[in-house]
């Protein structure tokens, strides 16, 4: 009913940037927010970042300042601009929405809503 698509992930060097995007299609009828979370090697996933569809947003502390998140609710997608990058933000990207589809003839809200992930390298 839904898809999430991510893309921008690859391999930078330490300070450097990297810009993700993750589209949302398929019988949506409301997108409420939008989150970026991910997972390192051995770690649990985490939330770096989440957007409402009014604009409001929160970060993890490691990212503040040096993460930016955005949204175009005409488009449905929502980017994640990502700059002075640490070996440590090395993860897969996983780009999550809160939103309405069509089921059928019904309307579900649902949260679980995922992309299939991006994979982020922060390396020399």
């Known amino acids: 009913q839904v898809q999430l698509v991510e893309s921008g992930g690859g391999l930078v060097q330490p300070g450097g940037s990297l810009r993700l995007s993750c589209a949302a299609s398929g019988s949506i009828v409301s997108i409420y927010s939008m989150g970026w979370y991910r997972q390192a090697p051995g770690k649990q996933r985490e939330l770096v970042a989440h957007?409402?569809?009014?604009?409001?947003?929160n970060y993890v502390d490691s990212v503040k300042g040096r993460f930016t998140i955005s949204i175009d609710n005409a488009k449905n997608t929502v980017y994640l601009q990502m700059n002075s990058l640490k070996p440590e933000d090395t993860a897969v990207y996983y780009c999550?929405?809160?939103?309405?589809?069509?089921?059928?003839?019904?309307?579900?809200?649902?949260?679980?809503?995922w992309g299939q992930g991006t994979l982020v390298t922060v390396s020399a």
């Open positions: 957007i409402t569809n009014g604009g409001r947003t």
């Open positions: 999550n929405a809160d939103l309405t589809v069509v089921v059928g003839t019904v309307q579900v809200r649902t949260i679980d809503a």
